[in-house]
């Protein structure tokens, strides 16, 4: 069975700060990654996508993949309050079922 | 941009009323999901569908049924609500699989069983 692990937290970071949120999958032939945020109430949000090993950036946000050690992380630089949500870590596998498998998320909280 | 609507932001409905959310898409996307959410829970599968006409039980079907009669539509349906079907839904809907698995999600439907 396919599995998506993220520490639930929450995790929390002065503003302006390095936010910095991970994610382990089991599936070792996963290809496609993605982070969606949610804030509280209301669904979720892409923000990045990410299909090759290295850094992804997008403005504030990088994220960075590592298939050897299953592991894809996302940084959010400067935090801001307005950031304060829970990140879901998606992982899908290119070929097999095309549905994503969500972890269940890390709560960001960034205090002024 | 993609668009993912659903028919209600927020619904009360009784024990044994049976019950209907929509959720209609603009971006011709072939595949459409119903997912419920609740916390510590994550998000479930209940069901998908990869084309009209067509459909696939996610992880938790039991007590639900769906409607794909439209490409751009996708209806969950609760034929007999109970307490336990309260929950945030989130529809959602992603382009063929051999582009990408992206999943657009809708705003989401609070449903309380009373």
């Known amino acids: 069975q396919k599995e998506v692990e993220q520490n639930s937290g929450p995790l929390s970071v002065p503003e302006g700060a390095i936010a910095s949120l991970n994610c382990t999958y089991s599936d070792r032939v996963s290809q496609s990654f993605f982070w969606y945020r949610q804030y509280s109430g209301k669904s979720p949000e892409l923000i990045m996508s990410?299909?090759?090993?290295g850094d992804k950036e997008d403005g504030r946000f990088t994220a960075q993949l590592n298939k050897a050690s299953q592991y894809v992380s996302l940084l959010i630089r400067d935090s801001q309050p307005s950031d304060s949500a829970t990140y879901l870590c998606?992982?899908?596998?290119?070929?097999?079922?095309?549905?994503?498998?969500f972890g269940r998320g890390t709560s960001l909280i960034v205090h002024p | 941009d993609v668009k993912v609507t659903q028919s209600s932001r927020y619904l009360v409905k009784r024990t044994g009323e049976k019950v209907f959310l929509e959720c209609v898409q603009d971006?011709?996307?072939?595949?459409m999901f119903w997912y419920r959410q609740d916390p510590g829970l994550g998000l479930r599968l209940i069901y998908f569908s990869y084309d009209v006409k067509m459909k696939e039980k996610g992880d938790i079907p039991e007590g639900y049924s769906v409607s794909r009669e439209k490409k751009e539509r996708f209806s969950l349906i609760l034929e007999s609500a109970s307490t336990n079907q309260t929950s945030m839904y989130l529809c959602?809907?992603?382009?063929?699989?051999?582009?990408?698995?992206?999943?657009?999600f809708g705003p989401g439907t609070r449903l309380t069983v009373t």
């Open positions: 959602a809907s992603s382009p063929p699989r051999a582009v990408s698995y992206e999943q657009y």
């Open positions: 990410i299909y090759s090993n």
């Open positions: 971006m011709d996307h072939e595949n």
């Open positions: 998606a992982v899908g596998t290119l070929g097999g079922s095309y549905i994503p498998t």
